[in-house]
């Protein structure tokens, strides 16, 4: 399972760091998958590119087993694009294939804007919820996009992640190694598997971003270790969100 969606440069660079690029490329352009190869290679310069053997082509082999009990994590098929009915509200980047880019400057909204925000969290937290209880061994990643993709577009709000930057499934599901924006398809989650769902809604306007990890059957002690080490960073970082407070101090916290 392959990440792919567009990010602004401005997060790239603040990703890599400004001395490494600065590229105005998206980022499906810039990562170059083959499924026939065991490597992902990128468009940028030498240096750059470093930090692609990195995250990416540790491994000498995607057959390797990374815990001693299970095969590397290959792509599996993706099903045809999901329809969202024609009266659902649409975010404006969908038809573009292009991510919209980062806020200049902060936003304030209004009493209306704060009640909008709330439902569009609420419904992605009920959403994330009902797709938690779908995960056991057996059921593919593009089940629960399916079952997703129906549970939003029946709530009259649209799937934020489909069509975000070419992105071409309805939830993120990152299966054990894969880190992050993983696109569902047909390999059927493993007993011992764990699962980020990150769920993301349309409503009245406003996005609602949610996502957890579960847990697949009998998952391994450093797997679970590995989540509630995260969790306990999650509320340690929340803990500390206030107005006024950096954002630095809420990644140190986590760090």
């Known amino acids: 399972m392959v990440g792919a969606s567009s990010l602004h ?3 790239l660079s603040s990703f890599v760091g400004d001395r490494l690029a600065q590229s ?76 919209p880019g980062i806020a200049s400057g902060p936003e304030v909204h209004d009493l209306k804007g704060i009640e909008h925000m709330r439902a569009s969290g609420r419904l992605a937290a009920q959403v994330l919820n009902y797709a938690g209880t779908l995960v056991k ?61 990150d769920v993301t809604v349309y409503l009245n306007g406003y996005h609602g971003d949610t996502s957890a990890t579960f847990f697949c059957g009998d998952v391994s002690e450093k797997a679970r270790n590995l989540v509630k080490v995260t969790k306990e960073s999650l509320d340690k970082a929340i803990s500390i969100s206030a107005p006024g407070v950096e954002f630095k101090k809420i990644g140190k916290t986590i760090q």
């Open 9 to 11: 440069p401005r997060l």
């Open 24 to 99: 105005r490329q998206p980022l499906a352009q810039l990562f170059h998958y083959n499924p026939g190869r065991k490597h992902i290679s990128m468009q940028l310069s030498r240096t750059f590119s470093g930090l692609t053997n990195i995250l990416f082509n540790r491994r000498n082999n995607l057959d390797e087993v990374p815990d001693g009990k299970r095969k590397c994590l290959r792509p599996g098929k993706l099903s045809p694009r999901r329809p969202v009915p024609n009266h659902i509200k649409k975010p404006p980047y969908v038809k573009t294939r292009m991510a």
């Open 137 to 197: 061994p057996g059921i593919t990643t593009d089940e629960i996009d399916e079952a997703v993709h129906q549970m939003i577009i029946d709530n009259g709000a649209y799937p934020s992640p489909l069509g975000y930057g070419g992105f071409p499934k309805s939830v993120c599901t990152s299966v054990n190694e894969c880190i992050c924006h993983g696109i569902p398809d047909s390999r059927p989650l493993e007993d011992g598997d764990i699962i980020n769902i």
